[in-house]
């Protein structure tokens, strides 16, 4: 049984900085994909970064993030994290771990190829 649990939310002025973390248990394949997903109220989730392992490793991240947020991944913890800079208010939301297995990059940034998930963590962004 995989478990994903988050942590590293809060609240955090624009232009301020956050790590959130998901530590997984249970994730033994060699062929899987962790992944953030965030969801502000009134609004679609919305894919935010990917780590995927396929022989080697890849990485994903949205436009909207790109250059800000980066995506990394401590095998050795089991724990994905996910480094915000340069917040700004349009990033708060609700900020989500997923994982599954034998996800293609065709298919990291889709939240219905994902089995797994954790309970997500709040970022607020605000002054």
């Known amino acids: 049984q995989v478990q994903l649990a988050e942590s590293g939310g809060g609240l955090v002025q624009p232009g301020g900085s956050l790590r959130l973390s998901c530590a997984a248990s249970?994730?033994?394949?060699?062929?899987?994909?962790m992944a953030w997903f965030r969801q502000a109220p009134g609004k679609e989730r919305e894919f935010v970064a990917a780590?995927?392992?396929?022989?080697?490793?890849?990485?994903y991240v949205s436009d909207s993030v790109k250059g800000r947020f980066t995506v990394s991944r401590d095998n050795a913890k089991n724990t994905l994290y996910l480094e915000m800079n340069r917040l700004r208010p349009d990033d708060a939301g609700l900020y989500s771990c997923?994982?599954?297995?034998?996800?293609?990059?065709?298919?990291?940034?889709?939240?219905?190829?994902?089995?797994?998930w954790g309970q997500g963590t709040q970022v607020t962004v605000s002054s």
């Open positions: 249970g994730l033994t394949s060699r062929n899987h994909a």
């Open positions: 997923a994982a599954g297995l034998g996800l293609i990059t065709s298919t990291v940034r889709q939240g219905t190829a994902y089995a797994y």
């Open positions: 780590w995927r392992r396929s022989g080697g490793t890849t990485t």
